[in-house]
């Protein structure tokens, strides 16, 4: 297929996709929201004229959503969106100048971040809503910039790192309550303890970071503010530092689970692979050694959208490679062994989890790096939309699941007009994009530069070369709501209905997965075992439907709670 026939083909696609919605809008008589003028989408320019704002770092806090733009006048300064009103506000935070505000972080009601004041330099601030007022809090570095970094809200207390000009780059924390701001440790007391990007990860009301003493390289470590100590977690690494977290990424490739932390670090030996620390054992293990001749896990920097390990159905599932083929990996800690996923894949990331199936970027055989899924029912890796038909890469980013929905963005389309948002319904099984977020810009499709959920909506950033780079608020469309007409299946019934605690399946079928879902087609719980009774004592009282696998296909089933 030549490439002229493939963008007609994609055209096409996209267009059947609409009309499949546009009809089955009017079998249901369900309305459903589509196309650039029945988006519900507010616009806000800044920066007026077709200069940038270049507006970011969205941050709710009670009513409002904080963020940072330049208008054009007063420099880089924090502003505020009521989402009620949909009214901004400028903030002064430097007077004379840019204040190149960054790293908003929300702490009991107040707004911390890091700001050029005009007279300190680069320092801590805080922002009080309930009087409107913003201060500096500490002038850590008295002749130049502290410059904090890394802002984390831990047990009502604020932590960061910042350099004082004497003692380096060491971790630092804010008392709201005394009002306070000190250096917790000095963990390398001949150099900087903490790298410019070493973010933290909060865990089991610790908080656990790399550092590099001085002497064991950079390894995990953990500070306890109940014992007030800061210490070695392990030397991964007895020869060199295991380069945890050098670039940041251990913020964004470390998750906890089962009140234990799963990360990736180097031994010196065995290369990047997952490791796990058990607070409780006291215990910092590799699991297993997934590529015996090298890496089995790439360690690389990954910005704050990715997310590289998912949680799932009891299980710990992230991409990896054996060094002959890459795929989707999943470790079971209750049997602690693990397995490769069927329909190997390669370059996995930016994992989400809708309607008890992975979603994520991949590769499989016949595709480059497109939107994959894993479903737990056939326990395999398919293709959910190959966005990009010249055969290159389409790059899906932002993955992010509202409203029962998939929402991500490929970074590269046939038709060249690369970042739009896309969105995917499980219940219909069938893609739609948003090419022109702005109704009124209509030379060219909007990209989405950068992404935020904030309250079932997506906060974003666009350029349409006329405007500059601004930003919106997108409110996506309600969920699907189910098909009330239950499948019909007279070889499977459950009783009772209504129900009060228990539900059983009376079915000759072989049962795989049982999903409750509400009305609204969101998923309330899922169990995977071949049980005919699931445990509903939980659930509210209302309607909800059982959408029950079998090894004959699925069944829809309506009940109700009492």
Not at 378 to 394: K, Y
Request: net charge negative; hydrophobic share 35%.
């Amino acid at each position: 297929m030549n490439d002229s026939l493939k963008l007609s083909s994609y055209s096409w696609t996209i267009k059947q996709n609409i009309m499949k919605r546009i009809l089955l809008s009017i079998i249901t008589i369900t309305a459903l929201s589509f196309g650039a003028n029945a988006q519900n989408v507010t616009y806000f320019d800044i920066n007026s004229g077709s200069a940038n704002s270049n507006a970011g770092q969205f941050t709710a806090l009670a009513d409002k959503v904080y963020f940072t733009a330049d208008d054009g006048t007063n420099g880089k300064q924090l502003w505020s969106l009521d989402t009620t009103t949909n009214t901004t506000n400028i903030i002064l935070i430097n007077s004379t100048g840019t204040s190149n505000l960054h790293t908003l972080t929300a702490l009991n009601g107040k707004l911390y971040f890091v700001a050029d004041g005009g007279t300190n330099g680069y320092e801590l601030w805080k922002y009080d809503p309930s009087d409107s007022t913003a201060s500096e809090l500490a002038n850590i570095h008295p002749t130049g910039n502290s410059y904090p970094e890394n802002l984390i809200a831990s047990n009502n207390k604020l932590y960061f790192s910042a350099d004082d000009g004497t003692n380096g780059r060491e971790l630092w924390i804010h008392n709201p309550t005394a009002n306070t701001t000190a250096m917790v440790s000095n963990i390398n007391p001949s150099g900087d303890g903490l790298l410019y990007f070493s973010p933290f990860i909060a865990f089991n009301n610790k908080l656990y970071f790399a550092a590099d003493d001085g002497t064991n390289g950079r390894e995990l470590w953990v500070h306890n503010p109940t014992a007030n100590t800061t210490s070695l977690v392990a030397n991964i690494n007895p020869t060199g530092g295991s380069t945890i977290a050098t670039t940041g990424y251990f913020k964004y490739a470390t998750i906890s689970y089962n009140n234990k932390l799963y990360f990736i670090a180097n031994d010196g030996t065995n290369g990047n692979e997952m490791w796990v620390h058990d607070p409780i054992a006291n215990t910092t293990n590799m699991l297993v050694d997934l590529n015996p001749s090298g890496d089995g896990i790439s360690n690389q920097f990954h910005y704050n959208f990715k997310k590289e390990m998912a949680v799932f159905n009891g299980k710990l599932y992230f991409g990896a490679t054996d060094g002959t083929a890459g795929g989707l990996c999943e470790y079971n800690p209750a049997t602690n062994s693990h397995r490769w996923v069927n329909g190997g894949s390669g370059g996995l990331s930016h994992m989400a989890i809708l309607n008890n199936e992975i979603y994520f970027r991949g590769s499989i055989p016949g595709t480059m790096s497109e939107l994959l899924k894993y479903s737990p029912v056939d326990d395999s890796v398919s293709l959910v939309m190959d966005f990009n038909l010249t055969g290159g890469n389409s790059d899906p980013s932002h993955l992010t699941v509202i409203n029962n929905r998939l929402y991500c963005r490929p970074n590269i389309l046939p038709d060249g007009n690369n970042g739009r948002l896309f969105e995917y319904d499980p219940i219909l099984n069938d893609t739609i994009s948003y090419p022109n977020i702005h109704p009124q810009w209509l030379t060219t499709p909007n990209r989405f530069d950068v992404i935020k959920e904030i309250g079932g909506k997506f906060y974003f950033t666009t350029t349409d070369g006329g405007n500059g780079n601004e930003f919106g608020v997108f409110t996506p469309p309600a969920a699907t709501p189910l098909n009330i007409n239950e499948v019909q299946n007279t070889t499977l019934h459950i009783y009772p209905n209504p129900a009060v605690s228990h539900i059983t399946i009376d079915s000759d079928e072989k049962i795989k997965t049982i999903t409750i879902m509400d009305v609204m087609a969101k998923t309330v719980k899922t169990f995977v075992s071949s049980s005919n009774s699931i445990d509903v004592s939980e659930l509210t009282k209302g309607i909800y439907f059982l959408q029950i696998q079998t090894d004959k296909g699925l069944i829809s089933k309506k009940f109700i709670k009492k």
